[in-house]
């Protein structure tokens, strides 16, 4: 499956963007990128998925490169409920579309 | 929409004993539903795939006898832990999907924080 690669961790300004980034060079054509969080001791919570083009919703923006090899989570305005561990994850056919959670970015905002 | 219940959300019992969690899909259906383990300061793994109506299919590693996985309807799916010991607490977690494919999100229950004395 193809594997993404996170910073280990991040903090972020309250009130500011958080910019999260996620490498994922191998990912094949039909293969979607994910974004999960968890916040300590609940399950992950669903963000936002993106197969090539930039992506919004209430929570979140998407923006994927033309070349897929990389993306970014943005945050448009931290709170101190974001702090989480966010994970990138590729899924698709190859590994069943199975989600394949790596070690995530730890995020800390801070007041 | 998309809401994964699951039950319990904690459990304390002694060694030896047989532990059952369910999963439910409170307001879609499943053909499949997915189980994770979590031990403390890592990442989520995969246990197995849960399939309505047939044998779930486990990931390499994971004792199907040990871990027993039942998918009887569309909206449970139930993980029973048999005999648990000790080095199986955990926080157990299950996931479901209102369809099939990569384009439909998986939901997440809250989690089961399992502790064997």
């Known amino acids: 499956d193809a594997k993404t690669t996170q910073p280990t961790s991040m903090d972020c300004a309250e009130g500011r963007a958080a910019n999260l980034p996620c490498n994922h060079s191998?990912?094949?054509?039909?293969?979607?990128v994910y974004w999960y969080r968890q916040i300590h001791s609940q399950g992950p919570q669903y963000i936002i998925h993106?197969?090539?083009n930039n992506e919004t919703n209430e929570m979140a923006s998407l923006i994927i490169t033309e070349d897929r090899k990389s993306s970014t989570l943005i945050l448009p305005h931290a709170t101190l409920r974001d702090t989480a561990v966010y994970y990138c994850?590729?899924?698709?056919?190859?590994?069943?579309?199975?989600?394949?959670f790596g070690a995530g970015t730890t995020v800390t905002v801070r007041a | 929409g998309a809401v994964v219940s699951q039950h319990p959300s904690w459990v304390i019992c002694k060694s030896g004993t047989s532990v059952k969690i369910e999963c439910r899909s409170l307001d879609f259906q499943a053909t499949t539903m997915f189980w994770y383990r979590q031990f403390p300061k890592q990442s989520l793994m995969l246990m197995a795939t849960s399939n309505e109506g047939s044998k779930a299919t486990y990931e390499q590693g994971v004792e199907k006898d040990k871990f027993l996985i039942n998918h009887a309807s569309l909206t449970l799916s139930t993980l029973t832990v048999t005999s648990a010991h000790p080095e199986d607490s955990s926080f157990y977690i299950c996931?479901?999907?209102?369809?099939?494919?990569?384009?439909?999100?998986?939901?997440f229950g809250d989690g089961t924080r399992l502790s064997i004395l």
């Open positions: 994850i590729v899924r698709g056919a190859r590994v069943g579309y199975k989600l394949s």
């Open positions: 996931s479901a999907s209102p369809g099939q494919g990569p384009r439909q999100p998986q939901h």
């Open positions: 191998t990912i094949s054509g039909n293969e979607y």
């Open positions: 993106g197969l090539k």
